[in-house]
Nanobody, 125 residues
Framework: QVHLIESGGGVVQAGGSLRLSCFTSQRTFGAYAMAWFRQSPGKEREFVATIAYSGGSIQYSDIVKGRFTISRDNSKNMFFLQMDSLKPEDTAVYFC??????????????????WGQGTQVTVSS
């Protein structure tokens, strides 16, 4: 069974930065796409960023483009989300996700087979 373990959430003031990390026990980690999603109370889970198997292709939602950076370290089975210039509207539970079927970037929740437990990010104004 594959496990994803997130870390790095917390409380930050608007304009600040946080870095989320996700470790996965997936043996084929280096062959598949990874992603970050987020969910606010009363809203559906939404796409944030995705990175292809090699890191050569990346896609962001328009809301975070230019402020967030996704990256991965295949030698450590880890991927990351650097979040800069945070805004109160970025407040949400952030989830990391791993695909077991797709190597290229995917923005749909249905493309991902394994999920982390979620980490809370709160941005105060």
């Amino acid at each position: 069974q594959v496990h994803l373990i997130e870390s790095g959430g917390g409380v930050v003031q608007a304009g600040g930065s946080l870095r989320l990390s996700c470790f996965t026990s997936q043996r084929t980690f280096g062959a598949y796409a990874m992603a970050w999603f987020r969910q606010s109370p009363g809203k559906e889970r939404e796409f944030v960023a995705t990175i292809a198997y090699s890191g050569g292709s990346i896609q962001y939602s328009d809301i975070v483009k230019g402020r967030f950076t996704i990256s991965r370290d295949n030698s450590k089975n880890m991927f990351f989300l650097q979040m800069d210039s945070l805004k109160p509207e970025d407040t949400a539970v952030y989830f990391c996700a791993a695909s077991q079927r797709f190597a290229a970037v995917r923005t749909s929740t249905q493309a991902y087979d394994y999920w982390g437990q979620g980490t809370q990010v709160t941005v105060s104004s």
